[in-house]
Nanobody
Framework: QVQLVESGGGLVQAGGSLRLSCAAS????????VGWFRQAPGKERDFVAA????????YSTESVKGRFTISRNNAKNTVYLQMNSLKLEDTAVYYC????????????????????WGQGTQVTVSS
């Protein structure tokens, strides 16, 4: 089992940057894939990006490609989401999630694929 704690959210102007962190407990963190999701008010929780346990493969949704980068440091049990060129529509609560399952094409975009979740961190982009 793994426990996740997000940090790094805040208020930023459009065009700015933030780096979110997802700190995990457990000695087998490198065996877990980690994903980032976000949920805007009144909307569903949507997939943003994911990274395999070893960090060799990443996936991201089309709307953030070229702007957001997911990475991990298994020695620190931490996954990062570097967010650049932020837009108003990036405003949401961002959640990290973990799974011991392989990231099968398409399946990992659903919230049901991920059994472990953090509490979320608010990101607000202002004009």
């Amino acid at each position: 089992q793994v426990q996740l704690v997000e940090s790094g959210g805040g208020l930023v102007q459009a065009g700015g940057s933030l780096r979110l962190s997802c700190a995990a407990s457990g000695r087998t963190f490198s065996t877990y894939a980690v994903g980032w999701f976000r949920q805007a008010p009144g909307k569903e929780r949507d997939f943003v990006a994911a990274i395999t346990g070893g960090g060799g493969t990443t996936y991201s949704t089309e709307s953030v490609k070229g702007r957001f980068t997911i990475s991990r440091n298994n020695a620190k049990n931490t996954v990062y989401l570097q967010m650049n060129s932020l837009k108003l529509e990036d405003t949401a609560v961002y959640y990290c999630a973990a799974t011991s399952r392989a990231l099968i094409a398409g399946n990992y975009r659903g919230t049901g694929y991920w059994p472990y979740w953090g509490q979320g961190t608010q990101v607000t982009v202002s004009s």
